[in-house]
Nanobody, 121 residues
Framework: QVQLLQSGGGSVHEGGSLTLTCKVSSTAFLISKMHWYRQAPGSQRELVASITSNGATNYADNVKDRFHISKENAKHTVTLQMGSLKPEDAAIYYC???????????????WGPGTQVTIAA
């Protein structure tokens, strides 16, 4: 069974930077698409950034020019670099991926366990 392994996150002062990483636990799977979502207390989960297999990226308007999503195919890893962090960026961040197992025709969707990002004033 494949898992999405998240690392990074934690607490940072307003204006600071953090990097989140999501790694696919099995090399038998290829990343079709990877997304980062976040959910703050009392709010709905929102899409933050996405990257496709060919490297095309998309960002939510409220993180454009501050966040950067990238991937390393050889390491089966996607990274979200977050800069100029604001109090409203505080949330639990989840990676979400469409993974294609070698030899199969359709990808399946998986979620990471989430990681807390806290912004200190």
């Amino acid at each position: 069974q494949v898992q999405l392994l998240q690392s990074g996150g934690g607490s940072v002062h307003e204006g600071g930077s953090l990097t989140l990483t999501c790694k696919v636990s099995s090399t038998a799977f290829l990343i079709s698409k990877m997304h980062w979502y976040r959910q703050a207390p009392g709010s709905q989960r929102e899409l933050v950034a996405s990257i496709t297999s060919n490297g095309a990226t998309n960002y939510a308007d409220n993180v454009k020019d501050r966040f950067h999503i990238s991937k390393e195919n050889a390491k089966h890893t996607v990274t979200l670099q977050m800069g100029s962090l604001k109090p409203e960026d505080a949330a639990i961040y989840y990676c979400n991926a469409d993974l294609l197992r070698a030899g199969e025709l359709r990808s399946k969707n998986y979620w990471g366990p989430g990681t807390q990002v806290t912004i200190a004033a």
